[in-house]
């Protein structure tokens, strides 16, 4: 989606169910809670702190992005607006929409970031280069 803007990207709240004596339980389905079919699923972890993951953009690839322990910070950019979600609780994810660039940085120590996926990995759906990013966003 070259026309996608980062005001397309959004917060969700998952569901949280809590019980007193035995904790919470998040529960995530597709046609649900997911705005996707989930077809690929995998997670950050041990990231050295002032590392950053990401820097690229995906063509055609939609992702729910949780902070599943500990807290980092998004930043997504649409080649004209930056917006940053810091990700800290395990009930909420951020909806990242095609045509959007992200950084992920400020990883706490334990963070782990769990990313929901509407595709399974295909090397073609990125963009590495955020100088390629801008000309894909112009429509070049």
Known sequence: MKSSSVYDCTIVNLDKHHSNRLGNITVVENGKTVPFDVKRCYYLYDV?????????????????????????????DDGNVKRSFILNRPYQALYVVPGIWRDLDDFSSG???????????QKEDYIRDYQEYLKFKKGE
């Open 48 to 76: 050295p702190g002032g590392e950053s993951r990401g820097a690229h953009a995906h063509k055609e690839l939609s992702q729910l992005i949780v902070a599943v322990s500990g807290s980092f910070t998004v930043t997504l």
């Open 111 to 121: 963070s782990v970031c769990l990313v929901l996926a509407s595709e399974v990995y």
